[in-house]
T-cell receptor, first 111, second 114 residues
Framework: GEDVEQSLFLSVREGDSSVINCTYTDSSSTYLYWYKQEPGAGLQLLTYIFSNMDMKQDQRLTVLLNKKDKHLSLRIADTQTGDSAIYFCAESIGGYQKVTFGTGTKLQVIP | DAGVTQSPTHLIKTRGQQVTLRCSPKSGHDTVSWYQQALGQGPQFIFQYYEEEERQRGNFPDRFSGHQFPNYSSELNVNALLLGDSALYLC?????????????FGSGTQLSVL
């Protein structure tokens, strides 16, 4: 079945690295995503990783995938106050683009 | 290039009423998906439209229905509104033949049912 879990809250100091973790249960996931949602806004796709990859780096963002443990993480280097938002882990299966989201992790960046 | 646009941005209805939400996909996209995001939760998949037909559906009752028009825009209809239908309704568009599965979201319609 489909289930995506995340911790609810993370607080970091500006300039530190943030690591947001996620676990999923469906081993047939094709793509795994990280979305960002700021207050009153829709979802912004930050990055995604195909299920046959272990790691993907995109500027300050690093995604690590441990398929054996069904664990996905997002590392934000040099975290800035503008990174404060809710971050959603999500997965999709097959080719029909239905995406299942986690409950979101609220990232608070302390100046 | 306009992204995904949704209207209205906010809506207040009373129990038992019916509501219609609208979505225009990102230019070049042909697939529209609708999600419901309750307060403090992640978005939940309602259904997806492609070629004017419902292609996939999540675990939502028949009170939730939709439509896709020839220009790829879409409507979400909810009948017999319940208090629990209060949520942010998000529309997402994508390209069915895209090489990866990227959804682009609108800013949503905040529905309050009183």
């Amino acid at each position: 079945g489909e289930d995506v879990e995340q911790s609810l809250f993370l607080s970091v100091r500006e300039g530190d690295s943030s690591v947001i973790n996620c676990t999923y249960t469906d081993s047939s996931s094709t793509y795994l995503y990280w979305y960002k949602q700021e207050p009153g806004a829709g979802l912004q796709l930050l990055t995604y990783i195909f299920s046959n990859m272990d790691m993907k780096q995109d500027q300050r963002l690093t995604v690590l995938l441990n398929k054996k443990d069904k664990h996905l993480s997002l590392r934000i280097a040099d975290t800035q106050t503008g990174d404060s938002a809710i971050y959603f882990c999500a997965e999709s299966i097959g080719g029909y683009q239905k995406v299942t989201f986690g409950t979101g992790t609220k990232l608070q960046v302390i100046p | 290039d306009a992204g995904v646009t949704q209207s209205p941005t906010h809506l207040i209805k009373t129990r038992g009423q019916q509501v219609t939400l609208r979505c225009s996909p990102k230019s070049g996209h042909d697939t529209v998906s609708w999600y419901q995001q309750a307060l403090g939760q992640g978005p939940q998949f309602i259904f997806q439209y492609y070629e004017e037909e419902e292609r996939q559906r999540g675990n939502f009752p028949d009170r939730f229905s939709g439509h896709q028009f020839p220009n790829y825009s879409s409507e979400l209809n909810v009948n017999a509104l319940l208090l629990g239908d209060s949520a942010l309704y998000l529309c997402a568009s994508s390209l069915a033949t895209g090489s990866n599965e990227k959804l682009f979201f609108g800013s949503g319609t905040q529905l309050s049912v009183l």
